[in-house]
T-cell receptor
Framework: NAGVTQTPKFQVLKTGQSMTLQCAQD?????MSWYRQDPGMGLRLIHY???????DQGEVPNGYNVSRSTTEDFPLRLLSAAPSQTSVYFC????????????FGPGTRLTVL | GESVGLHLPTLSVQEGDNSIINCAYS??????FIWYKQESGKGPQFIID?????DKRQGQRVTVLLNKTVKHLSLQIAATQPGDSAVYFC????????????FGAGTRLFVKA
């Protein structure tokens, strides 16, 4: 199993550009989520999904969109990038029963100029 | 990544000693707690979890203690090894938030050989 994969690993954008961060998991997990991690801080939840076709907002959803058309994929879209969105982005997945241990991807380091 | 956690609380221990990492959580109604370990340049990795109906749970070389009275969580690592050097995060799941996991700011553990 590859676990949780994220692409790209690094990305530089100009202010106002849009892009999609990709996330995929092969563990058949119902739950998937996106977090951002800024220096000196913990992870903050952006959006999450408890199954295909179901998404909800987390703590810091503004400026980001998500969709969940399949169990495996959960892309994160930046609509119009801003310097405040410079961060490291992590995707995670877990089951929705039993242990809620989240499996994290390796992260995408995004810089917005 | 290497820029994460520049201003985190830091704990420095000698190899072979026991480490205790503390965390104060925010919501007295949270019913599920997890400790994660994050090595430089990687995503967080599950260590151990505990539910609110328990006070203590043990894993391999790790023990988590939960004190609901003062909303305090601790992670004890026995016989700390150089490979334990990382940033450690506690996380809580408030019941009303479903899967809206809240992460703490983290503690950086340095293990001196």
């Amino acid at each position: 199993n590859a676990g949780v994969t994220q692409t790209p690993k690094f990305q530089v954008l100009k202010t106002g550009q849009s892009m999609t961060l990709q996330c995929a998991q092969d563990m058949n997990h119902e739950y998937m989520s996106w977090y951002r991690q800024d220096p000196g801080m913990g992870l903050r939840l952006i959006h999450y999904s408890v199954g295909a076709g179901i998404t909800d907002q987390g703590e810091v959803p503004n400026g980001y969109n998500v969709s969940r058309s399949t169990t495996e994929d959960f892309p994160l879209r930046l609509l119009s990038a801003a310097p405040s969105q410079t961060s490291v982005y992590f995707c995670a997945s877990s089951r929705t029963s039993g242990s809620y241990e989240q499996f994290f991807g390796p992260g995408t380091r995004l810089t917005v100029l | 990544g290497e820029s994460v956690g520049l201003h985190l609380p830091t704990l420095s221990v000698q190899e072979g000693d026991n480490s205790i990492i503390n965390c104060a959580y925010s919501n007295s109604a949270s019913d599920y707690f997890i400790w994660y370990k994050q090595e430089s340049g990687k995503g967080p990795q599950f260590i151990i979890d505990i539910r609110s109906n328990m006070d203590k749970r043990q894993g391999q070389r790790v023990t988590v203690l939960l004190n609901k009275t003062v909303k305090h969580l601790s992670l004890q690592i026995a016989a700390t090894q150089p490979g334990d050097s990382a940033v450690y995060f506690c996380a809580e799941n408030p019941p009303e938030g479903g899967f809206k996991t809240i992460f703490g700011a983290g503690t950086r553990l340095f293990v001196k050989a």
